[in-house]
């Protein structure tokens, strides 16, 4: 029996060392500031801070599907945040987000910036703002948020509980894995229970709630999440493969991916977006430098 088999948790906590894993070296048990930095800032109604992660992926979609339903005011530039450098614990990000987690978005259309974080949020605000994604009738309304905040709610299980354990914590530990195996593996039986009757999460509509969940459950059930699909057996949830595959094809959901992705093939990745145009050119420059 090892010395972790045998923790017994201390009366007071302290921090006298880094927890290991893959995000060791950003992790702390306090809020504020490390540096003083300013927040870079462009040209459009709409500033994005953020990272190509799950939650950050929602955002960048929502806006894309935004402009190819024609908002002008929709129009954004998108910063890249490197976690893994710490940016968000900038004095200019903590300014926009106490609690320093992409995304967060500045929007600055009207008299004052407003600034809006957390990702189901800052998805709220813009399908308020303009009028899109989000049903009208109260029935519909209801049913959009309660799934959006399901995935608010659901998710952590599957990224800081499972992803954590599964893909990079220092060593693998049984109990864990299968804790939150078995929980993200109920989550999905929940959503392929729901997609059974209906072509998108709330019913025959795309909404906020599809932009939610699909980052996380979608793009797991694609492989794209943890190297997990075989250890999860994600093909048996046929309803969720299908809802997956059919939100992948649409244009703004590819575009809305490569946006703040700085890792896998290069043609995906989009460092930074000012202009719908950099789809094209800032991918064919990098493409063109790695030959």
Same mark, same amino acid.
């Given at each position: 029996?090892?010395?972790?088999?045998?923790?017994?948790?201390?009366?007071?906590?302290?921090?006298?060392?880094?927890? @290991? @894993?893959?995000?060791?070296?950003?992790?702390?048990?306090?809020?504020?500031?490390?540096?003083?930095?300013?927040?870079?800032?462009?040209?459009?109604?709409?500033?994005?801070?953020? #990272?190509?992660?799950?939650?950050?992926?929602?955002?960048?979609?929502?806006? +894309?599907?935004?402009?190819? &339903?024609?908002?002008?005011?929709? =129009?954004?530039?998108?910063?890249?945040?490197?976690?893994?450098?710490?940016?968000?614990?900038?004095?200019?990000?903590?300014?926009?987000?106490?609690?320093?987690?992409?995304?967060?978005?500045?929007?600055?259309?009207?008299?004052?910036?407003?600034?809006? *974080? =957390?990702?189901?949020?800052?998805?709220?605000?813009?399908?308020?703002?303009?009028?899109?994604?989000?049903?009208?009738?109260?029935?519909?309304?209801? +049913?959009? #948020?309660?799934?959006?905040?399901?995935?608010?709610?659901?998710?952590?299980?599957?990224?800081?509980?499972?992803?954590?354990?599964?893909?990079?914590?220092? +060593?693998?530990?049984?109990?864990?894995?299968?804790?939150?195996?078995?929980?993200?593996?109920?989550?999905?039986?929940?959503?392929?229970?729901? &997609?059974? =009757?209906?072509?998108?999460?709330?019913?025959?509509?795309?909404?906020?709630?599809?932009?939610?969940?699909?980052?996380?459950?979608?793009?797991?059930?694609? @492989? %794209?999440?943890?190297?997990?699909? =075989? *250890?999860?057996?994600?093909?048996?949830?046929?309803?969720?493969?299908?809802?997956? +595959?059919?939100?992948?094809? %649409?244009?703004?959901?590819?575009?809305?991916?490569?946006?703040?992705?700085?890792?896998?093939? #290069?043609?995906?990745?989009?460092?930074?977006?000012?202009?719908?145009?950099?789809?094209?050119? %800032?991918?064919?420059?990098? &493409?063109?430098?790695?030959?």
């Amino acid at each position: 029996m090892t010395e972790q088999d045998n923790y017994t948790p201390p009366d007071v906590w302290t921090w006298d060392k880094e927890n @290991g @894993g893959k995000f060791a070296s950003v992790n702390r048990p306090i809020a504020g500031p490390t540096h003083d930095k300013e927040l870079p800032s462009g040209e459009h109604p709409l500033q994005l801070y953020s #990272l190509a992660t799950p939650n950050g992926v929602k955002v960048t979609v929502m806006l +894309e599907e935004l402009l190819a &339903l024609n908002h002008d005011g929709a =129009e954004y530039d998108a910063w890249l945040i490197k976690i893994n450098d710490g940016d968000q614990f900038s004095s200019g990000f903590v300014g926009i987000n106490p609690n320093s987690k992409i995304p967060s978005l500045v929007d600055r259309s009207g008299d004052k910036p407003i600034r809006v *974080f =957390e990702s189901g949020a800052i998805l709220l605000h813009l399908a308020e703002k303009f009028g899109e994604f989000l049903p009208t009738d109260p029935a519909g309304r209801a +049913e959009c #948020l309660s799934w959006t905040f399901w995935q608010m709610g659901s998710a952590p299980y599957l990224g800081g509980g499972f992803g954590h354990f599964y893909a990079y914590a220092p +060593e693998k530990y049984e109990y864990p894995i299968n804790r939150y195996a078995m929980e993200t593996k109920r989550q999905l039986d929940v959503l392929n229970r729901e &997609l059974s =009757e209906r072509q998108f999460i709330t019913g025959d509509h795309y909404t906020i709630a599809d932009m939610a969940i699909w980052p996380w459950y979608g793009q797991l059930v694609l @492989g %794209r999440l943890y190297s997990a699909a =075989e *250890f999860l057996d994600v093909t048996t949830y046929k309803n969720v493969m299908r809802w997956a +595959e059919e939100i992948d094809k %649409r244009p703004a959901v590819q575009r809305g991916r490569k946006v703040n992705r700085i890792h896998g093939e #290069l043609e995906m990745q989009l460092h930074e977006r000012h202009d719908a145009n950099d789809f094209e050119t %800032r991918t064919q420059d990098k &493409l063109d430098a790695a030959e």
